[in-house]
């Protein structure tokens, strides 16, 4: 099985501010990595899929890049709405994973 | 609209059993694959099962494999997770999602969940 590990596990950060998120696979994943936000009570939204591809709707402040086993998520002038907590999900191979998450204050 | 609804949640003792449903409008449900992702209280995301678009492709996380059964019906386009020998573990918010086949398996749209709570 693919494990993917997720780092920070928090960070906080200010409004403004910009912030990487990294996601390392235990195998090489081809770019099969997709990102997700989550805010409680709401169902989790997709953001990035393909590692770098932004999905429509999605603020051109967040940005995903990498290849192989390492990718990052990085948000560039945080805005309120980007509280939350971001996963990182491999879809290379079952089982599909998550990273354990990474939550953000802002 | 692409719309997931999920229902059938509730509260169930350990090893009773559980029928969770999806039902799905405004996209062509027989030509998407079909997932259940669940959040345990505290813990992060964790995916459970898929179903292919025809059925024929079953997978489940190892923790549930033989006590989880997923299906779907795309005449009325649900889906379903039925859940047996329920345990404490298992009290989480599901949710369904979809991906299209062929992709990289991106969930791009999910129902709201809902909650299985195990308990005695």
């Known amino acids: 099985d693919i494990q993917m590990t997720q780092f920070p596990p928090s960070l906080s950060a200010s409004i403004g501010d910009r912030v990487i998120i990294t996601c390392r696979a235990s195998e090489h994943i081809r770019g099969y990595l997709n990102w997700y936000q989550h805010t409680p009570g709401k169902a989790p939204k997709l953001l990035i899929s393909?590692?770098?591809h932004l999905q429509s709707g999605v603020p051109s402040r967040f940005g995903g890049s990498g290849s192989a086993t390492v990718y990052t998520l990085t948000i560039s002038g945080l805005q309120p709405e980007d509280f939350g907590t971001y996963y990182c999900?491999?879809?290379?191979?079952?089982?599909?994973?998550f990273g354990q998450g990474t939550r953000l204050d802002i | 609209e692409v719309r997931l609804v999920e229902s059938g949640g509730g509260l169930v003792r350990p090893g009773g059993s559980l029928r969770l449903s999806c039902t799905a409008s405004?996209?062509?449900?027989?030509?998407?694959?079909m997932n259940w992702v669940r959040q345990s209280p505290g813990k992060g995301l964790e995916w459970v099962s898929s179903i292919s678009t025809r059925s024929s492709d079953i997978y489940y996380t190892d923790s549930v494999k033989g006590r989880f059964t997923v299906s779907r019906d795309n005449a009325n386009e649900i889906a379903y997770l039925q859940m047996d020998s329920l345990r404490v573990e298992d009290t989480a918010m599901y949710y369904c999602?979809?991906?299209?086949?062929?992709?990289?398996?991106?969930?791009?749209?999910w129902g709201q969940g809902i909650l299985v709570t195990v308990s005695s």
């Open positions: 999900q491999q879809g290379f191979s079952f089982p599909l994973m």
């Open positions: 405004g996209f062509p449900f027989s030509g998407y694959v």
């Open positions: 999602a979809r991906y299209a086949p062929g992709s990289v398996k991106r969930f791009d749209y």
């Open positions: 393909g590692a770098s």
